[in-house]
């Protein structure tokens, strides 16, 4: 059952289909219908599909999955990637150490926000992190165009800028109070 859902995605084998994160695990919808995808209930908070079509996620572990959780580690799932349309997920970098609530990537630049630790982190390999900043982040939207542009909310819903990657911003002034962004190929800015 679909619920609580924390990000989309278009299949990039399909355009016409839309990958669903939710709090019970990843599911697919196309003309078919809605089909779960794979057999785990993983939380998957953050979730994109980049540019070159790789599907990369983050979030809390299915709590059945002791190949997951133990005793020395947090239960955060750190950056994963599935190269089977969301069936199968693998670890990638920061298992046990970050939860993912936004994964955005643009250019050679994937940004991810660790909501445990509150700091925006970047990564041009998927391996390697260094943090741009900390405070609370609620959405990040980055330019298509130009990677180290970003726009997110913050806190109290307002609208704050950065044009050097994420470490420095400012409040876009006179912006109405949004929750969510979102910036598409074409160049469009969307909020909610």
């Known amino acids: 059952e679909v619920e609580h859902v924390h990000g989309l995605g278009v299949d990039p084998d399909d355009p016409s289909a839309i990958y669903l994160a939710t709090h019970l695990g990843m599911f697919r919808l196309s003309d078919d219908g809605v089909e779960r995808r794979g057999d785990l209930f993983q939380d998957t908070m953050g979730f994109t599909v980049t540019p070159d079509g790789r599907l990369l996620g983050s979030g809390h572990p299915d709590l059945r999955d002791d190949s997951i959780i133990n005793?020395?580690?947090?239960?955060h799932l750190g950056l994963i990637e599935s190269s089977d349309g969301a069936v199968t997920w693998e670890p990638l970098s920061l298992q046990g150490e970050a939860d993912l609530h936004v994964i955005q990537a643009s250019g050679d630049l994937v940004y991810g926000y660790d909501a445990s630790n509150r700091r925006l982190l970047a990564s041009d390999d998927?391996?390697?992190w260094t943090t741009r900043s900390r405070l609370m982040?609620?959405?990040v939207a980055v330019d298509p165009a130009r990677p180290r542009h970003l726009f997110a909310t913050s806190g109290r819903l307002s609208l704050i800028e950065s044009r050097d990657g994420g470490r420095?911003?400012?409040?876009?002034?006179?912006?109405?109070?949004?929750t969510y962004l979102s910036w598409s190929q074409d160049g469009t800015l969307g909020g909610l």
């Open 168 to 178: 420095a911003w400012t409040a876009v002034e006179g912006a109405p109070p949004l």
């Open 137 to 139: 982040l609620t959405s």
């Open 71 to 75: 005793g020395d580690m947090a239960p």
């Open 126 to 128: 998927l391996i390697t």
